[in-house]
């Protein structure tokens, strides 16, 4: 039987629930409101491995492709255990207001494989992403569709779409994923972008709020790429890392945890347990602890209607995809918390990801302080776009965001018309 929370917990209906309202408030034509929330294309893989102990597994994965409208769709390639159609599906819609938030000329996907990739060497790895890249090797190309990294993925396996690709249609052919290892095509700044583009946003938030970096008490959730670069890069600008939230253990420290030393630690002992620059605590509780910015920067559903009441942030910055359920949303509000929504919050990363597209297309690569300004650029254009439509509608700033990119997305297939 399906609850009211397993509804409230599937990303699909939590997409859903926004894009509906959204849609409604932009008054959007029933007729593409049904193109809009269906996505161009769905593909489902059946990935066969030789594993290292002999045998043949079969692994499933998929590739949704949303939208191409505005142009080739992008969006990242997860690998974990519990990855599903509708995870995939709601990901990629994600990935369309994502981009088109921070007007940049891509559509939206996403793609996952169920695999444990924690549990595998890196050869079967190897093997798998081969074997999945080779089964998508029509639908994805630099003007089609350019996967990314996204959870449990990384700049290698990057570099083994690339060339697979490559050995397919007989070039190489650096354009058809971002995410690369710099010496084959990455961009500079591409790993720290999604971190970097957090604390863009929340600069943004605390100058409107009347905060300054130095009073501002900071929690993350998450230390993988996304929490890692953002608690460093926010650590190094003067805000007070108070808390960091992980799976092998959470740290609190009231007068500001050293993050660049905690980085270091973890590199060389595997581990964040017994860092001696703060104390140990409990994950759930250090989600509802007072600060001035919470950032969930780790998976989807952590903020619910089962502890939204409890939380104690002024400005939700949320660096994972989809950390806040649709109904928790509510509660945010009636408490006045300010949210950066995760498809304005942690777009820095696809749009580093468009700067890599555009060098490798150019030949030509960009200083890294070029990338971080550009990207500069883009975040506070996006985040005062997004503050601004929702203080013209008096909206949230999520539903702000949905109508913003909504409304750009469709501006585009009305000028473009529907091809029958
Ligand atoms: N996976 C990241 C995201 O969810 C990056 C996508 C990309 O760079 O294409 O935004």
Not at 224 to 242: C, D, F, P, R
Request: glycine content about 8%; overall charge neutral; proline content about 4%.
């Amino acid at each position: 039987m399906t609850t009211t929370l397993d509804l409230e917990l599937n990303p699909k209906e939590a997409a859903a629930a926004r894009f509906d309202m959204a849609a409604k408030k932009l008054n959007l034509d029933e007729g593409l409101m049904k193109v809009l929330r269906t996505p161009n294309r769905e593909i489902t893989v059946y990935i066969p491995v030789a594993m290292d102990n002999g045998k043949l597994e079969v692994f499933t994965g998929y590739r949704v492709q949303h939208s191409i409208a505005r142009g080739p769709a992008k969006g990242g390639i997860r690998y974990a255990p519990d990855v599903t159609l509708d995870e995939v599906r709601a990901l990629a819609a994600w990935m369309t207001w994502k981009c088109a938030v921070v007007n940049i000329p891509f559509g939206g996907a996403k793609g996952g494989v169920i695999c444990d990739p924690h549990k595998m060497s890196s050869g079967e790895l190897e093997r798998m992403t081969r074997r999945y890249t080779a089964e998508l090797v029509e639908f994805i190309g630099p003007e089609k569709d350019v996967p990314a990294p996204d959870v449990n993925t990384n700049e290698q396996i990057m570099a083994w779409m690339m060339d697979t690709y490559s050995m397919h249609v007989r070039q190489t052919v650096t354009a058809v994923v971002t995410g690369k290892p710099i010496n084959i095509g990455g961009s500079r700044g591409r790993r720290e972008a999604t971190g970097r583009g957090v604390m863009i946003v929340c600069d943004e938030a605390i100058q409107k709020l009347g905060l300054s970096r130095e009073s501002t008490r900071v929690i993350v959730q998450g230390f993988g790429n996304v929490g890692s670069n953002a608690a460093i890069l926010m650590h190094e600008a003067g805000y007070k890392v108070i808390g960091i939230i992980e799976v092998d253990g959470s740290l609190y420290n009231k007068n500001g945890i050293d993050v660049k030393a905690l980085a270091e630690y973890r590199a060389k002992n595997k581990t964040m347990q017994k860092f001696p620059g703060a104390e140990a605590a409990d994950p759930a509780e250090l989600l509802v602890t007072d600060c001035d910015i919470l950032i969930p920067a780790a998976t989807e559903n952590q903020i619910t209607s089962k502890n939204a009441d409890r939380v104690k942030c002024k400005i939700l910055a949320e660096g994972a995809n989809g950390p806040t359920t649709a109904v928790a949303d509510d509660i945010l509000a009636d408490k006045n918390v300010f949210v950066i929504p995760d498809i304005l919050a942690n777009a820095g990363g696809v749009t580093t990801s468009y700067f890599e597209w555009v060098q490798d297309r150019q030949g030509y690569f960009w200083k890294e302080s070029v990338v971080n300004e550009q990207l500069g650029d883009i975040m506070k254009t996006a985040f005062r776009d997004v503050v601004q439509y929702a203080e013209t509608h008096r909206v949230n700033n999520r539903i702000a965001s949905y109508m913003l990119a909504i409304d750009r997305v469709a501006y585009t297939i009305r000028q473009r018309g529907i091809y029958a």
